[in-house]
Each structure stands twice: as structure tokens, then as C-alpha cells.
């Protein structure tokens, strides 16, 4: 299993690496196009939809997203989108802490399939727009959030239950942890520190944590905090589907890995957000 995790990865760092680091954003463009689309296949099979029309949704998110990338100049997107979603899952995230997954399954498919399409397709723009704000921004957000992920796993192994006398939410993900969260937070913070000192930002590009850090230290870390925070607000939601659903993984097409929502879910939110506070909108 581990090995099959690794070649896996492997595979996909050789064709995301190139992609990525190209001078254009259209190949990386291109590259998000096809893992998003499959993620919304997968996302319509989660929520109880035909395989045809689980494949049919797959097929009109990729066509949508190519005349996008090919008619529309992703640097004229609105700031105000990014925080329109953010507030969604910020809201989304509050509900499902508060009543767990026995609503989600109640709600009409056509109500989950058009959220899914939605937010699915306002990540792929984050996601362009990032690599379009230069690979430096691109990669110090998926930094923080493989970062978040490992600290709160390790905090979570090491302090689970120690700290807080309750779960993070255990009718959706029982091993999620306060003390996870904090961790991954606090991983967060040493890795934004590191980056802002060792690698400052260029004429015509920036990342992340320099970009935050112009707003003042508190708002940095405040902001990384909330960044955070909907990381795993990402994880849930995903968690809730599989569970309502009554699958471990999104799909098999990564072996070792499940599908394409579960390594993306946490990047949901996550970069529209980020985007949000490093355009400053409301900061």
C-alpha cells in the first residue's frame, strides 16, 4: 500500500512539476481543467447520481472551464468572488459543526449537485489566477495547506484529547482533533515565518506570506489562522459527502489515494480565500 501511495505520487509531481513551473499558466490552466472535472464526476457519484449523469457533469465542468480559459482573462475576475465563496464555506462550515452530516443527506441532489458545481469551478479560477500571480504565490499556498494537514495529523497523534475535552466533529470525521487544528495552525506559522524571511518577494511576483504580512503581524497571523481553518473546513465537507454516501474514498482513480477529492478538498476554500486577503478586499 505505501509503495503504491508513493509511485502514485510520484507519477503525479512528474506531470504537475513541468506543468507548473512552464512560463505560461495554460498548461498548469489546462492541468486544473481535467483534475477539477474529474472531481466533479466524482462529486456527483458521492451524492447519489447516475453513473451517466455523474459522467455527463464531469464532461460540461470541463467544457465550461476550456471556453473560460480560452475566452475569458482570469486577471479581470472580481475580488469580491473570492470572498462570496468564502463567506459559503465559511457558513457551510459553522453548519456542519453545529448539526453534523444528518442534514446534508436530506438535501435535494439537484441542491448538492449545483453547490458542488459551483464551488468546483470557483476553485479551478483560484487556482489559475494563483499560478497567474506567479509560481512563488502558487506553491506558498499549497505549502500551507500540506503544512496544515501534517500538523494537525502529528499534533493530533501526539496531544489528541489532551487539551480540549472534545473532538473536532465526530459525527463527520471522529479523528479530528482541537488539538490537530492547533497544530496544523502553529506548523502554519513556523513555515509563513520561514518563508517570508528566506524568500522574499520579487519585482512582479509575490507570495502569500509576504503579502499578508504588508497588512501588519496580527492580521498575519489571524489570517493564517483563518486560512487554516477552512482547510479543514474543506476536509469536512468532503468527509460529510463520503460518510452520507457510505464510501471511504471519492473514487479509485489514484491508487494508494482514493480520488481527486479527497487530495484537493482542503484547497477548496482555501485558495479563494487566500486570494481574497492577499488582494485585500477587506484588509
Not at 464551488?119 to 500551507?144: D, H, I
Request: proline share 5%; with cysteine; aromatic share 10%.
Amino acid at each position: 500500500m505505501l509503495g503504491q501511495r508513493i509511485l502514485t505520487a510520484l507519477v503525479l509531481l512528474a506531470i504537475f512539476i513541468p506543468l507548473v513551473l512552464t512560463q505560461s499558466p495554460l498548461p498548469f490552466g489546462w492541468l486544473a481543467v481535467v483534475l477539477l472535472s474529474t472531481a466533479m464526476w466524482e462529486w456527483s457519484r458521492l451524492n447519489g447520481l447516475s453513473a451517466n449523469v455523474s459522467l455527463a457533469s464531469g464532461i460540461t465542468f470541463f467544457v465550461i472551464c476550456s471556453l473560460t480559459l480560452v475566452t475569458v482573462d482570469l486577471n479581470v475576475v472580481p475580488v469580491v468572488l473570492w470572498w462570496a465563496t468564502t463567506l459559503v464555506w465559511t457558513g457551510g462550515g459553522i453548519w456542519m459543526l453545529a448539526r453534523g452530516i444528518t442534514h446534508w443527506g436530506q438535501l435535494p441532489k439537484t441542491l448538492r449537485w449545483v453547490l458542488g458545481f459551483v464551488l468546483l469551478y470557483v476553485a479551478w479560477l483560484a487556482v489559475v489566477r494563483a499560478r497567474m500571480l506567479g509560481v512563488p504565490y502558487l506553491f506558498s499556498v499549497l505549502v500551507l495547506v500540506w503544512a496544515a494537514d501534517s500538523g494537525a495529523y502529528f499534533a493530533g497523534k501526539a496531544l489528541g484529547m489532551r487539551l480540549f475535552d472534545r473532538r473536532l466533529a465526530p459525527t463527520i470525521s471522529p479523528g479530528k482533533t482541537w488539538e490537530g487544528v492547533l497544530g496544523g495552525w502553529m506548523l502554519v506559522l513556523v513555515v509563513g515565518t520561514l518563508w517570508w524571511h528566506l524568500s522574499p518577494s520579487t519585482p512582479g511576483e509575490t507570495h502569500l506570506y509576504t503579502s499578508l504580512m504588508q497588512k501588519g503581524v496580527v492580521l498575519w497571523v489571524v489570517a493564517l489562522a483563518f486560512l487554516v481553518a477552512l482547510s479543514v473546513v474543506g476536509d469536512l465537507v468532503e468527509s460529510m459527502v463520503k460518510r452520507v454516501a457510505g464510501v471511504k474514498d471519492s473514487s479509485d482513480l489514484l491508487p494508494g489515494h482514493g480520488g481527486v477529492l479527497d487530495r484537493v478538498d482542503a484547497l477548496l476554500p482555501t485558495v479563494p480565500a487566500a486570494l481574497g486577503l492577499s488582494l485585500g478586499l477587506l484588509l
